[in-house]
């Protein structure tokens, strides 16, 4: 693992108007991320964990503290820029290119009216590829990485299953070689055994690509699976944080210890 | 010589929050160093902390108190206040550990799980997977479970599959525990044969052997836990 | 004879310094598409009201004006704009390419080359091209800001992918100053090489969208492709019937009922000229065996 911080969090939170009063949503919380660490956003539903993830990846804007990454721009100094300092065209070209964003639904992810190949093929055409059969060669490749039929290229991704359009989602980000993937619960609401095989193929690219990850899920099995550290968080607060299977293996937090000890096995 | 593990004043008690707060204390005030080529053994009725303790020095608990300190890189690196991803580095070069009960990654196959040490050392798949079969072959696991992910196991393949697992790196610091506790006397063999293997060249071992017989073939040293109880 | 009931050119003087200063905008800014007031006009949306308001807010005493629809002269469109600009101007009207100053059009580029002292005013029923596949007009113009054209790539790829070639042969998307994406209008693609480079003022009006916009004289104008699915124009495997023309877009009339078309310039100011200068066609239908089986042969 390199020495060089990829993504810093210093103290970010974002406030919410909720009714008449202002709510923190997610307050103060503060992480280092270095390239190839998978980070684990755990916590029930209302712990901030989303709204966290979204602070990370730019779309909301912090209402205190700030966001910090390594965007690595040729001729510009080496070092972590504040995100907040970045033009909308500059965050919109990060989004595209260093950074994947893996949504809960895959509909939210991908653009349902064209199909699996165009998709996956987008983010190179936005970078100015412009041969036709190279794009399908490369959408091809990657559908294989991560599993799918290579003859589903031109269908389009509403005949795919949950399972199938999550692969693809996975590849349309992967495409560009980010370095940072933000996943949102990306196995929920999947068959079971999709979901497995789903993680297997998570662990494998990660591993394989040493992408950095921030995964938020609800399910500690997740976690454990995927994750080499772990945030849980509850009320908008991160209350224990450390190494995955130090904190599930000998939580110290009273909540942790609660949702550690919830968890049912079959 | 440098010892490659230390333990200072190391303390863990638990504190049930959902017991209105029960503290339990399980050790207090351990000292210990491993030297290279030592095997310490931890001896103590069951129950008295030793699991705990190897899991101390494996970083999967948190200590109450002291300090854990490990010789990683050619530099003394305290366990107890690293970054999770320096502890990881510790884990994938220095450190290695063979659990009492093998944590399965579901779907994945005997072979790949036994390779994966050597993978994250840069081994290249083919050549890791090679050398995973030696090691299997070598504890007598048969073939044909080789490409079978070991959830199915008994407990004496699933121990095996562990070990393999936790020696097959050749890291220099080795926590061992209970590695014998399922096998049949052919196979403990075996484990005593890498185990002073591993010590012959220069590996510093921490392990708790359940079997009398075993014990005396590999340690070299022992402490005893129950010692270091907590007064109540 | 002109109106006096009207003020020269039907818009009121502040009006068309309006709209001139939207133009000025355009021309600097080659295939951005800049709002503008576009004012209630004596015939409706889709009648080419855009143009007609452009045409208005730049046309002089001294300027020779051309209308065409589909490349005629003659037709009702054509008719009625020319008639209109006599009415509110008084100025001459032509119907010889090569004698106009500024040429209003209805989906065709003139076949006769236009010179700098031209200036080409297109009538656009929707400027965004993007519209179809993002409808939302604050994302357009984020992506237009951004350059963010990779939608319109996605677009042909998939046209590529499902039909084994890019689809679009009218309106196709072009890529002006190598910078922004823009409409040419309803043009056949077979008239886009005609906007790069060309040494006319390209101006371009949508009224019922409330957009114009410019390409200067000498800009690059490039359609999009793949490298490997290089743009095409319409090939015709016929000559016009009445001129004999093989370079010129065809218009492809039905007349019988076996089908038997005829082929003629679209043009037909160039079909008139090349026929004074002693160019002579088939003079005759060509008779397809078998019509819809060899549907599709002049792509």
Known sequence: ?266 | MTALLEATDLSKTFTLHGRGGLALPVFSGIHLRVLPGECLALTGHSGSGKSSLLRCLYGNYGATAGEVRIRHQDQWLSLSTAAPREVMDVRRLTLGYVSQFLRVIPRVSTLDIVAEPLRRLGVAADVARSQAAEWLARLNLHERLWHLPPATFSGGEQQRVNIAHGLIAGQPVLLLDEPTASLDADNRRVVVELICAARARGAAVVGIFHDDEVREAVASRCLDVEQYRKPQ | MMDENYNFGFLDERTKKMIRRALLKAVAIPGYQVPFGSREMPFAYGWGTGGVQVTASIIGRADVLKVIDQGADDTTNAVNIRRFFARTTGVKTTEKTAGASIIQTRHRIPETALTEAQTIVYQVPMPEPLFRLEPRRRETITMHALAEYGLMNVKLYEDIAQLGAISKTYDYPVLVNERYLTSPSPIPKFDNPKMHMNPALQLFGAGREKRLYAIPPYTAVRSLDFEDHPFEVQRWDHACALCGAADSFLDEMIVDDQGSRLFVCSDSDYCGERRETGHVGCQQAVHIPDALAQEGSAS
């Not at chain 1, 804007?61 to 970045?86: F, I, M, Q």
């Not at chain 1, 950074?99 to 349902?112: K, N, P, S, T, Y």
């Not at chain 1, 983010?123 to 799918?148: D, F, I, S």
């Open chain 1, 1 to 266: 693992m390199s020495d060089k911080l990829l993504l810093s969090v210093r103290g970010a939170g974002k406030q919410f108007m909720q009714g008449s009063r202002l709510r923190w949503a997610c307050h103060n919380v503060s992480f280092d991320l270095y390239p190839g660490e998978v980070l684990a956003v755990v916590g029930e539903s209302g712990s901030g964990k989303s709204t966290l993830l979204r602070l990370l990846a730019s779309r909301l804007a912090c209402d205190e503290g700030s966001v910090h990454y390594d965007v690595r721009e040729e001729g510009a100094a080496p070092g972590l820029v504040n995100l907040a300092d970045l033009s909308e065209a500059r965050l919109r070209w990060l989004a595209r290119t260093d950074w994947g964003f893996v949504e809960q639904h895959a509909r939210d992810g991908l653009r349902m009216n064209v199909s699996g190949g165009a998709n996956i093929g987008e983010r190179m055409m936005a970078l100015g590829a412009r041969h036709y059969g190279k794009l399908r060669a490369e959408a091809l490749t990657w559908m294989e990485r991560v599993e799918l039929d290579a003859s589903r290229i031109d269908d389009l991704p509403g005949t795919y299953s949950g399972g199938m359009q999550q692969r693809l989602q996975i590849a349309r980000n992967l495409v560009t070689h980010p370095r940072l993937v933000f996943m949102d619960e990306p196995t929920t609401g999947l068959d079971v055994s999709v979901q497995a095989r789903l993680l297997d193929l998570l662990r494998e690219l990660v591993d394989q690509l040493q992408l950095a990850a921030v995964v938020v899920t609800h399910d500690l099995a997740v976690a454990r699976l995927l994750a080499h550290r772990m945030l849980v968080m509850k009320d908008g607060v991160v209350v224990e944080q450390g190494l995955t299977d130090r904190v599930l293996d000998d939580p110290q937090h009273p909540y942790t210890q609660l949702l550690v000890s919830s968890v049912l096995t079959p």
